[in-house]
């Protein structure tokens, strides 16, 4: 290996550990409450060495940012639009719980960026996150139409599906502190989450056929 090449690993390794110690900070303290001090210490580095590779707080959380997005609407991307639509719709729902389970943190960041007015990811969600949530919303419509889910707002079915499945990682410490340390939140979840959703997306029954006279 080349001094250039040890060079770059070591430029791409730290800049990871940055990033890392950002998401950490970030998610535990919020934008305004994260400092660049702050960042450098749980990065295991100096204010200067991190500056070297982020001038400020801004670019780092702009970094993180970066792909997050894409992350979270994996999930609903995934909503095949040709399968079973009950089973498409659970399976989407604990995807975004899993989701919610395995990145706390990032769902924190994106919790935080949304109570600060999105001045960062503002755009994107106007369009990125607008177009697929109107094209799945379209792709529900439908299934409800043809009488194979319960009619209801399908924005607003989104809406609550991302509320009750990242209720989980946002407010976790209250989540835990309610149920005690004997339960598992995350599990019960899984298993509460898809019967109250069979609940609420299971359509009507057909009327009974009238015998005539």
Not at 132 to 155: F, K, N, Q, T, Y
């Amino acid at each position: 290996m080349t001094n250039g090449e040890s060079a770059t690993r070591i430029q791409v390794e730290r800049r990871a550990r940055i990033l890392e110690a950002g998401l950490d900070v970030f998610a535990a303290e919020g934008f305004r409450g994260a400092t660049v001090d702050g960042i450098a210490r749980a990065a295991g580095l100096s204010k200067p060495n991190l500056l070297y590779y982020f001038p400020t707080k801004e670019a780092i959380y702009v970094a993180l940012l970066g792909g997050l997005l894409d992350m979270w609407l994996d999930p609903l991307r995934a909503l095949d639009p040709s399968g079973d639509p009950l089973t498409e719709m659970l399976a989407y729902i604990r995807r975004k719980l899993l989701l919610a389970r395995d990145f706390p943190r990032e769902s924190r960041l994106f919790a935080g960026e949304i109570l600060r007015g999105a001045p960062e990811m503002g755009e994107m969600l106007s369009v990125d996150l607008r177009e697929l949530v109107d094209a799945r919303a379209s792709v529900i419509a439908r299934w409800m139409d043809a009488g194979c889910l319960a009619r209801s707002d399908p924005h607003h079915l989104i809406f609550s599906i991302w509320a009750l499945t990242q209720h989980y990682a946002d407010f976790e410490v209250q989540v835990r502190a309610v149920l005690g340390r004997a339960r598992d939140p995350w599990a019960e979840a899984e298993a509460e989450l898809e019967r109250h959703f069979r609940r609420v997306l299971k359509p009507d029954a057909p009327p009974a056929p009238q015998d005539r006279p």
